[in-house]
């Protein structure tokens, strides 16, 4: 299936899932995605974690005027890929979201075939949030082989 939408999610929507819709945003993908990052738990609006967007920025990705947001029932549609960091993320959100589809609603990691969850920096020092960047970018570079191949075989059906 071709989705239209992608959305990392984890805790706060401030770290991980913001590091990842700007490290896919640094792809191109065959078929058009909105990009977007949400937080399970974003009680206001906050600006990414200074030590990711320092990572980031070093990698050439800029993400000025980034805020986090709440995942709401309005994000979750039907061409939409939900890709949480944990897997007890996924389940949260299989259990408060009626319109979750459970197979549009995935942890990052295990749908691209990598076995560790990716791991929160919060809270470490800056060496971490590196290393968090490098995983996901890892993983994210998987996903859109993933996703171009999809729309690939899609498109000669």
Do not use: W
Request: aromatic share 6%; proline share 3%.
């Amino acid at each position: 299936m071709a989705y239209n939408k992608i959305i990392f999610v984890a805790q706060t929507g401030t770290c991980r899932e913001a590091m990842a819709a700007g490290i896919l945003s640094d792809f191109s993908l065959k078929h058009p995605v909105e990009i977007l990052s949400r937080g399970l738990v974003v009680q206001f609006q906050e600006p990414m974690n200074q030590k990711a967007e320092a990572v980031l920025i070093s990698n050439g990705i800029n993400m000025e005027n980034y805020v986090s947001r709440q995942l709401t029932e309005e994000d979750l549609t039907e061409d939409t890929l939900v890709l949480a960091m944990e897997d007890i993320q996924k389940e949260r959100i299989l259990e408060q979201f009626e319109k979750a589809v459970p197979e549009n609603v995935q942890v990052l990691t295990s749908y691209v075939g990598d076995e560790l969850e990716i791991m929160d920096p919060y809270g470490g020092a800056l060496p971490a949030y590196g290393l968090c960047y490098e995983t996901l970018r890892k993983s994210i570079k998987k996903l859109v082989k993933k996703l171009n191949e999809e729309n690939e075989s899609e498109g000669e059906v």
